[in-house]
């Protein structure tokens, strides 16, 4: 359980590096006028919904097996958080239920790839 826990904390950590520096890559060229701020919304999303995909592909390399419960239980993180967050912003709009569902889908779909990329790649 505590090695569960440690790739779990990795893993959230390398994400929000990842999606920090990205996120700051984004603002810096809608800064400098090179995108518009309508790209800037639509590429933050088409980031986040990667680096989600990549939360789950992570975890399923690192965890090697039980790919399916796994994504759950990344899920249900993200959902938790999430939850708690909602409850202090109550700027809450009905369209951000599609993205978080979106979201733990792929959550759930990287750590299946995850956890079959890994050991299709020990059988060989």
Do not use: A, H, P, W
Not at 28 to 36: D, H, N, Q
Not at 41 to 62: H, R, V, W
Not at 84 to 99: A, F, M, V
């Amino acid at each position: 359980m505590k090695q569960k826990l440690t790739n779990i904390s990795l893993t959230f950590l390398s994400i929000i590096i990842l999606g920090v520096v990205f996120s700051l890559i984004v603002s810096l060229l809608s800064t400098l006028k090179i995108i518009s701020i309508q790209v800037n919304d639509n590429l933050l999303l088409g980031l986040s919904l990667g680096l989600f995909f990549l939360l789950g592909l992570i975890f399923g390399l690192i965890e090697k097996k039980k790919g399916l419960l796994n994504g759950l239980l990344l899920t249900m993180i993200y959902l938790i958080l999430i939850y708690t967050l909602n409850l202090i912003n109550k700027d809450y709009q009905i369209s951000s239920i599609y993205i978080i569902l979106s979201r733990s889908l792929l959550i759930i779909v990287g750590c299946i790839l995850g956890v079959n990329i890994k050991s299709r790649k020990s059988r060989s």
